[in-house]
């Protein structure tokens, strides 16, 4: 069967040999054939990085690769946090620019904020400022916990237009931004900031307005310490979308999605409306006409002792269930003076383990049904009944409606990050703000898609790059079913099914048990013994023959003899029956005799 097998497994290698080149011929391409030895090299190719360019319009982009142009490009803070301590008010922290601590692409540098537990801020101006008009805003970029997220933020803020950001040294906190939109993170409260600040028409104020939350879970990009991109997109028409590595995440409305709204309510309380003294507003009332009921005892206790308990035999009254420690000694450093008194320590007393109880036998508690409790008188509907007040509405006095608060938002004129974190080694990376959607995608695909390729390439297993390797070349299917299928198949029907002999076997054994003819299963099994010559055998029917006749004529005379001489001649015939068998055993027989059955010796007499 083994050797069937390899017969069958040499044939498929041989036919997946001779079909592969064949099967791999690419459709666009006849002269090109994807071998086998392809197919192992090619989850291992390099991925080749070179900084990306701009596909279109932008209003700014950076990836960081150059840090000769960072440092022309961007303004690290030098202002101090208003309102706190000396120590802590100055924005202090480090940043650097280098290639990313693992899983980096080669000549790939980003923006990394070194320090932690620092207040660091650093912005850059964009090419010109982003007016909100009739085309979209999208600001893109990638964040890298290298070292995950204890507690603080990654986001980045959209710098407002205007005096208080024409010099970038003064970045801070205070500092006016149109949009802040980001990862921040601290104890279990993961964000994805969206926030926007919207200007009152009526009264000029300025309100944070927050996005709603996502539905999806955001702890993976805290904790994982890979590159995750993060997309904002917000339209003329007031939506807006917000995909996290490319998948949509949130998206809304403006006027809709926010808290506190854009637009306030058109009426509101009444801040000088007072609930009148009168106003009742209990539903129900203890009904003043009920009285409590002569025999309504209210000092009957709850529970009370079991009139029909007994005490059981055997309870021990007047041993306690605790006693000192028989075999307990004063410790050797014990002192009466600062220890007090020594006291054996408390043991459950043995003499109670074999009875009912120790101690004072009390009768178990039950139910007192005399029990009623303090009497209430039952409750009607309150005739006096108004409702739950309310104060009246009123015209809001500072409402007002802005239909596109797209439209009435700051113009944009720089970017950058004013963070606190308690985790260092924050890096940003890939940072692109346009309003063409074909622009940034092509920029994701020239720095994240390959980011993540690589990733995806080291962290795949082996089958897994088969599987993808073929899903990209179809032809393969057939290669595995002849090369895996058909061998499969074989070894099933080989190790599996049952032989021919098995199969012929079988049948005989059924066919034994329909019918009473003789078989060969019906002769007892006996050892081989060597073949006999035709003359031995004439020679042991002749015996046989003389035996029977013997026997027959010793039956009808049998002369008298001697007790022992009997039992003696019985003993020294077995003995020579014995040998006789030996000896035929060992003697040829003839060709031909071999399966013909042997007559039984029979016993020689004394006298023959």
């Known amino acids: 069967m083994m050797w069937k097998l390899s017969t069958f497994t040499f044939v498929a290698l041989m036919l997946l040999y ?26 291992n190719e390099d991925i080749v990085y070179s900084s990306p360019s701009r596909a279109g319009h932008a209003y700014f982009s950076d990836h960081f690769d150059d840090p000769t142009q960072f440092k022309q490009k961007w303004v690290v803070s030098e202002a101090k946090k208003e309102d706190i301590d000396e120590d802590i008010a100055k924005y202090d922290g480090e940043w650097s620019v280098e290639t990313p601590l693992q899983d980096g692409l080669k000549g790939d540098m980003g923006l990394v904020l070194k320090s932690k537990a620092k207040h660091a801020a650093i912005a850059s101006r964009l090419d010109k400022p982003f007016i909100f008009s009739n085309k979209p805003l999208i600001v893109q970029y990638e964040v890298t916990l290298q070292d995950g997220q204890e507690c603080g933020g990654a986001y980045l803020k959209l710098l407002s237009h205007g005096k208080e950001t024409a010099n970038l040294k003064t970045f801070q906190d205070k500092t006016p931004y149109t949009i802040m939109f980001g990862p921040d993170k601290c104890g279990n409260d993961h964000k994805l900031h969206f926030i926007f600040r919207h200007k009152n028409p009526i009264n000029g104020t300025i309100t944070e307005k927050h996005c709603k939350k996502p539905k999806d879970r955001l702890e993976e990009p805290f904790k994982d310490k890979k590159p995750h991109l993060y997309t904002l997109r917000l339209h003329p028409d007031n939506t807006f979308t917000i995909a996290l590595d490319q998948k949509i995440i949130n998206e809304g409305s403006l006027l809709e999605d926010f808290t506190p709204p854009v637009n306030p309510p058109s009426e509101i309380d009444d801040p000088d409306d007072k609930k009148p003294e009168d106003w009742d507003e209990r539903e129900k009332i203890a009904d003043p006409e009920a ?23 055997g309870w021990l009254d007047d041993e306690p269930e605790m006693i000192p420690d028989p075999n307990a000694e004063k410790p050797d450093d014990w002192d009466a003076d600062m220890d007090g008194e020594w006291e054996a320590p408390l043991i459950a007393n043995p003499k109670c383990e074999s009875a009912p109880g120790c101690g004072p036998w ?33 015209p809001n006095p500072d409402f007002f409606e802005d239909k ?33 959607a074909i622009v940034a995608d092509k920029w994701a695909a020239d720095t994240f898609s390959l980011k993540r390729r690589k990733m995806e390439k080291e962290s795949e297993s082996l089958l897994m790059r088969l599987v993808r390797y073929t899903n990209d070349h179809p032809w393969l299917w057939a290669v595995y079913v002849i090369v895996i299928g058909l061998p499969i198949v074989m070894i099933f029907v080989f190790c599996c099914g049952p032989s021919t002999q098995e199969k012929a076997e079988k049948k ?22 060597a073949p006999v ?65 042997r007559s039984p010796k029979k016993n020689r007499s004394r006298k023959e």
């Not at 064949?22 to 030895?37: A, G």
């Not at 009285?291 to 035999?313: H, L, Q, V």
Request: charged share 40%; proline share 9%; hydrophobic share 30%.
């Open 18 to 43: 001779v079909t592969a080149p064949c099967l791999c011929q690419d459709d666009d391409d006849d002269d090109e054939v994807v071998t086998t030895e392809e197919l192992q090299e090619e989850p």
């Open 291 to 313: 009285r409590k009921p002569d025999d309504w005892d209210e000092s009957a206790p709850a529970m009370i002792p079991d009139p029909d308990a007994t005490k059981p035999d």
């Open 362 to 394: 009390k009768a178990p508690l039950i139910n007192n049904p005399a029990h009623k409790g303090k009497w209430r008188a039952p409750l009607i509907d309150n005739p006096n009944y108004k409702g739950k007040w309310k104060p009246r509405r009123i």
């Open 404 to 436: 596109n608060p797209f439209s009435t938002m700051k113009a944009i004129d720089a970017v950058g990050f004013e963070l606190w974190s308690m985790s260092s080694n924050i890096l940003f990376d890939n940072i692109i703000i346009t309003d063409d």
């Open 508 to 529: 005989r054994a059924a066919e034994a048990k329909k019918t009473d003819a003789f078989t060969p299963d019906d002769i007892p099994e006996r050892p081989r013994v």
């Open 533 to 597: 010559s035709k003359s031995q055998l004439e020679l042991q029917e002749e015996d046989s023959v003389e035996q029977e006749e013997d026997q027959e004529a010793s039956e009808g005379d049998i002369e008298p003899e001697d007790e022992g001489e009997k039992i003696a001649d019985d003993q020294e015939q077995t003995k020579e029956n014995e040998e006789e068998d030996i000896k035929d055993e060992k003697e040829p027989i003839s060709e031909g005799a071999g399966d013909a059955p």
